[in-house]
């Protein structure tokens, strides 16, 4: 399953989202986000869900990591891929709907102990802009982080010099 994640930033604030009842991580603070439809580029859909669940309309969303979830303590194959974006650019006023309750929060105090185990590990380098992927192994269905590695990639301009 590939979806995305966005983190929206204005100041020193990132807006996330309290998932509701009834949908996969309910309860936790994330960045908002959605599967990728059938036919449908990565940021087209960050941009999709950003609008959908916050009535922001992103602007440059900035792709910076790549994660990869594990569940059943399995190694073998992804259940998730997460194409992660950085946004500073929107318009609008963020509006809650259905998919749970928005709240700015201040970078440097994140809810880590509300999030997703994973976040801790990777949110700082994407707030940062740094590329990187991640993989997250999972005992049971997404219950406890048991492994995890990261690996950072070289920033863009760089590997555009390589090439020229």
Known sequence: MQ????????????LLLKKSKGLLGQGKWNAPGGKILPNE???ACAVREIFEETRLIVKNAKEVGLLYFYS???????????????ARE????????REGRLQWFSIDTLPFDQMWEDDQYWYRLALDGTRFE???YFS??????IDHRIRIKPPLNQIEARTS
Do not use: M, Y
């Open 3 to 14: 979806a995305t994640l966005c983190l929206i930033l204005k100041d020193n604030n990132i």
């Open 41 to 43: 580029e990565p940021e």
């Open 72 to 86: 059943n303590s399995q190694r073998l194959s992804p259940i998730w891929t997460v194409h992660t974006f950085l």
């Open 90 to 97: 929107f318009e609008g006023v963020p509006i809650a709907g």
């Open 134 to 136: 991640g993989w997250f």
């Open 140 to 145: 049971g269905e997404f219950e406890k982080l």
